[in-house]
């Protein structure tokens, strides 16, 4: 069963389309990242199912069902860091929290404990690293055990030793069957924590689902010979090639499937160029992700 289902999910800001008729599916137990460059609409989606924004068209549904309080019971949200008072300790910052949310003090020790919280706890937050504070925000969403997550770039201002903090937070909550819904401009935080991924971009849906399955990693060679303009010409021929860009003394060649480096090096053979270098090269998830945001949107 999915936990969430958007169908056509639109949304407009006066001229600006912030999202155009947007669907996918979030599987239960999947660290979905909503990926995306500055205002191509992931915090509008986020709000949207959060029920802070109205969609104009389109619906969606939560467990499968339209959602009522006691579905929104089980998402806990993080769309902006709250504002925790700086003179009181994690733990009173948290008993504020539980206030505001109408729960008991009960549950307190047990999100600390999760968010590696405990030994600091009755510590200011003015103390705390940056790491800290957002951890401190997540327990504050963990607050009665919700089953899914909602979090707005949940790195977004931290420094690295507390991006690296957030992200182990993630993957171990992930590892205790949350569904974790997070929204990332930074493909590195989807790659490394992400287990699927929706792609948006001006408030189209570029394409989702798994990462491994969306965003295809084929190799790429990189290949030289005494003229590289004629072996250009040439690879630009071969089937399958879909780019041959000269770059320094190298071709840097790109392929619609998996490259075959033997069957290449033959071929140029047959056409009568000598290689003096080829070499097979994995493609970064950057380029990757580059080549799906540069195509033209459906
Ligand atoms: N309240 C608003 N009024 C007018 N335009 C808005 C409003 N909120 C968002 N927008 C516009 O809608 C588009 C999508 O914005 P949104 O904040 O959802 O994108 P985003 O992907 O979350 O971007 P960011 O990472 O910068 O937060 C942007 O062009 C933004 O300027």
């Given at each position: ?68 309080a006691r579905?929104r019971r089980q998402i806990g949200t993080l769309?902006?860091t709250p504002n925790f008072y700086h003179y009181l300790s994690g733990y009173k910052n948290l008993e504020i929290s539980a206030a505001v949310k109408q729960r008991g003090k009960d549950d307190i020790a047990r999100v600390l404990d999760i968010c590696g919280l405990t030994q600091r706890q009755h510590s200011a937050f003015k103390t705390y690293?940056?790491?800290m504070k957002q951890r401190l925000a997540i327990a504050g969403v963990l607050l009665g055990d919700p089953e899914v997550l ?19 937070l993630?993957?171990r909550l992930?590892?205790t069957?949350k ?120």
């Amino acid at each position: 069963m999915p936990i969430l289902t958007l169908q056509n999910i639109s949304k407009r800001y006066g001229a600006v389309q912030a999202l155009a008729g947007v669907s996918f599916e979030v599987p239960a137990g999947s660290v979905f990242g909503i990926l995306g460059p500055n205002g191509s609409g992931k915090t509008t989606l986020l709000g949207i199912v959060t029920d802070v924004l109205k969609a104009d068209t389109g619906h969606f549904t939560l467990f499968d069902k339209t959602p009522t309080a006691r579905e929104r019971r089980q998402i806990g949200t993080l769309l902006e860091t709250p504002n925790f008072y700086h003179y009181l300790s994690g733990y009173k910052n948290l008993e504020i929290s539980a206030a505001v949310k109408q729960r008991g003090k009960d549950d307190i020790a047990r999100v600390l404990d999760i968010c590696g919280l405990t030994q600091r706890q009755h510590s200011a937050f003015k103390t705390y690293s940056l790491g800290m504070k957002q951890r401190l925000a997540i327990a504050g969403v963990l607050l009665g055990d919700p089953e899914v997550l909602i979090l707005d770039e949940p790195t977004n201002g931290l420094d690295p030793a507390g991006i690296a903090e957030v992200r182990d937070l993630v993957r171990r909550l992930a590892g205790t069957g949350k569904t974790i819904i997070l929204a990332s401009h930074l493909l590195d935080e989807v790659e490394k924590v992400c287990t699927h991924v929706a792609i948006l971009r001006k408030g189209n849906l570029l394409l989702s689902g798994a990462v491994n399955e969306v965003i295809s990693r084929n190799d790429y060679i990189e290949i030289a010979a005494a003229n590289n303009h004629a072996l250009q010409s040439l690879l630009l021929q071969y089937p399958g090639c879909t780019s041959a860009e000269l770059n320094g003394g190298l071709l840097k060649v790109m392929f619609a499937a998996q490259p075959d480096a033997a069957a290449i090096n033959n071929y140029c053979a047959q056409q009568g160029i000598w290689l003096s270098h080829l070499q097979l090269r994995k493609k970064s998830l950057e380029t990757a992700f580059l080549e799906i945001t540069n195509t033209p949107a459906q």
